[in-house]
């Protein structure tokens, strides 16, 4: 696999060194020390412009609403909250921290397949603009809660479309019958959910809902989705119900960073043969899928006689996995003879980001310039083969004390990181040539801080 070009992510070379936003990452690695991850609020701001941009052409009011937990960081939130996005939260602290960031709560939408009493609660107390039913039963268990509270609630319906996209693994996949996401279509559950929410009278039925996968490049499966939605919605008005949204959920990919295929996966995971090329696909990604989105809804519409539906977006990935890069110190380099090279990291898979296992980013030599020079299995500092950054990635001969950045690593990398490989690392934000600490190294007091065995005894 060869790795693009470093102005894909807006990094330029300086003296060998890798630059972003006007900051030198090498120097902010000796001043911060490795992993850690930097966040440009410039690129946040701009990817969220690209989509309400491309979004603005579309006749009906159009909302998006920031996945949460693909980057659950205060400070990034702040900047995307800022530039004009909503929430969508899938767990309480989630909509706790909306609350808290100070986000309306009818620009939040509260999703989850299967969300706890205390959850609907919350959901329902706070007056989120949309309150996403997954199933059957969870019907039953929000027009109880919106009839224990008194309140009328702005529910939608998940539902499963049957939709795949092409060039996917199976573990990202979540729109098709096969995956426990939304009502079966097929199995005839809309019409049940239909018969129970025409008894529901606080429960006002506002959004169809469906969300298919991630890191989609694929956008015709954008365009499927929305054509199921809106068969939905047809069938919603027939039975006396008039939702005026279309919930497509998120899913886009980022250009410069993509899902193993099933192929690609088996035979990665199986052998450790990483896949020829990273080749970067357009710039212009999250445009063209705006405008996908906003045509597949107005024909779909006209096709079936159906007033225009509003639009509700959950995006994650697309607007924050090419802002974020992930800094790995090279820590001990080991040569094989007749094997290969061995380069061991402060942060793998189980420290950093588990996305590693599934999907391909790009990594680069930050602290110096080199040709790629052979293949080096690059490794976590956790006892495990399974703490991979990737295996037999074509690099420059490594060192100790080299720094590597992994691209496109705003999406699911703060979120997936664990304490396996110890405290987790700090998120700096860089802002006009400003950066910020907006998320500190964990230490070692904060993991002992729940142990409550420890309490009562002395300090050593
Ligand atoms: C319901 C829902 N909406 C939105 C998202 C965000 O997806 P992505 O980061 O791929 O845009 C997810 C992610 O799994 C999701 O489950």
């Not at 060194?17 to 701009?46: C, F, I, K, M, Q």
């Not at 007749?338 to 990291?345: E, I, P, S, W, Y």
Request: charged share 20%; proline share 7%; with cysteine.
């Amino acid at each position: 696999m060869r790795s693009p070009s470093p102005a894909l992510w807006g990094l330029e070379r300086r003296g060998g060194e890798l630059w972003l936003d006007g900051v030198s990452l090498p120097a902010l690695a000796r001043e911060h020390g490795t992993p850690l991850y930097a966040a440009s609020a410039n690129r946040l701001r701009a990817r969220a412009a690209g989509l309400l941009g491309a979004l603005r052409a579309y006749p009906r009011r159009s909302r998006v609403a920031f996945s949460y937990k693909t980057n659950l960081v205060a400070g990034v939130l702040q900047v995307l909250h800022a530039a004009g996005l909503g929430a969508e939260v899938v767990n309480g602290y989630e909509l706790w921290l909306a609350r808290r960031l100070g986000v309306a709560p009818e620009d939040i939408v509260m999703n989850g397949p299967a969300k706890t009493e205390a959850e609907i609660a919350a959901a329902v107390e706070a007056g989120v603009g949309l309150l996403v039913m997954d199933g059957l039963p969870e019907i039953e268990r929000v027009a109880a809660e919106a009839e224990r509270q008194g309140r009328r609630v702005r529910v939608g319906l998940r539902l499963c479309p049957d939709v795949v996209p092409r060039g996917m693994n199976s573990s990202s996949l979540t729109g098709s019958r096969r995956n426990q996401f939304g009502l079966d279509l097929q199995g005839g559950e809309l019409g049940a959910a239909l018969a129970r929410l025409a008894r529901a009278p606080r429960l006002e039925l506002t959004a169809l809902q469906a969300h298919v996968g991630s890191g989609i490049h694929d956008l015709a499966a954008f365009r499927r989705t929305a054509s199921r939605l809106l068969d939905a919605l047809a069938e919603a008005r027939a039975r006396g119900f008039s939702p005026s949204c279309l919930d497509l959920g998120g899913g886009l990919g980022t250009p410069a960073s993509r899902e193993f295929t099933t192929l690609e996966l088996l035979t990665y995971l199986g052998t450790g043969r990483l896949p020829r090329r990273l080749t970067p696909g357009p710039q212009d990604l999250l445009a063209r899928y705006g405008q996908v989105l906003a045509e597949a809804a107005v024909s779909g519409a006209l096709q079936r006689d159906l007033p225009l539906p509003e639009l509700v977006l959950e995006p994650g990935r697309a607007l924050v996995s090419d802002a974020q890069v992930l800094l790995l110190g090279v820590g001990a380099v080991r040569e094989r003879p007749g094997v290969g090279r061995f380069a061991l990291t402060d942060g793998g898979a189980m420290s950093t980001s588990l996305m590693f296992l599934s999907e391909l980013h790009a990594v680069l030599l930050a602290n110096r310039e080199a040709a790629p020079d052979g293949r080096t299995s690059v490794f976590g500092r956790v006892p495990s083969p399974m703490d991979l950054v990737y295996r037999n990635l074509p690099l420059p001969r490594l060192a100790p004390g080299d720094l590597l950045a992994v691209m496109d690593a705003g999406a699911y990398f703060t979120s997936t990181a664990s304490n396996f490989g110890g405290p987790r690392p700090p998120v700096l934000l860089l802002d006009g040539g400003q950066t910020r600490v907006v998320r500190r190294r964990e230490r070692f007091e904060d993991l002992a801080r729940v142990e409550e065995a420890l309490e009562g005894l002395e300090p050593p």
